[in-house]
């Protein structure tokens, strides 16, 4: 499996913005076959993919984070992140990145899970 290790999360008011890191490392494929995505979960719901991105640079957003958050790689296409702005109550989650040789940016749809996934990393947006 590849390994994802996030980093980023924390508190931050209504309104603030934070940015995720994701490290991935152990990709058994060519790394160009692999989107990444970033997915969350809150509390009583099952986890869901909110941005995608793959090495070509295509990116893809759910509906509830369109506008507010931008997803990015650098150069290696190995460190992914997540930039989010005008942050919401209800964006507070565990937000975790996760990676897939077999999706396509093109065919994503609600409710696309991922192969492998990090720990993940709580973001908790306050009032």
């Known amino acids: 499996a590849v390994q994802l290790v996030e980093s980023g999360g924390g508190s931050v008011q209504v309104g603030g913005s934070l940015k995720l890191s994701c490290t991935a490392s152990?990709?058994?494929?060519?790394?160009?076959?692999?989107?990444m995505g970033w997915f969350r979960q809150t509390p009583g719901t099952e986890r869901e993919w909110i941005a995608a991105?793959?090495?070509?640079?295509?990116?893809i957003y759910a509906d509830s984070v369109k506008g507010r958050f931008t997803i990015s790689q650098d150069n290696t296409k190995n460190n992914v992140y997540l930039q989010m702005d005008s942050l919401k109550s209800e964006d507070t989650g565990m937000y975790y990145c996760?990676?897939?040789?077999?999706?396509?940016?093109?065919?994503?749809?609600?409710?696309?899970?991922?192969?492998?996934y990090g720990q993940g990393t709580q973001v908790t947006v306050v009032s």
């Open positions: 991105i793959d090495t070509s640079g295509n990116t």
């Open positions: 152990g990709f058994i494929y060519k790394r160009s076959a692999y989107v």
């Open positions: 996760a990676t897939d040789p077999r999706v396509r940016i093109a065919s994503m749809i609600t409710g696309r899970q991922f192969a492998d």
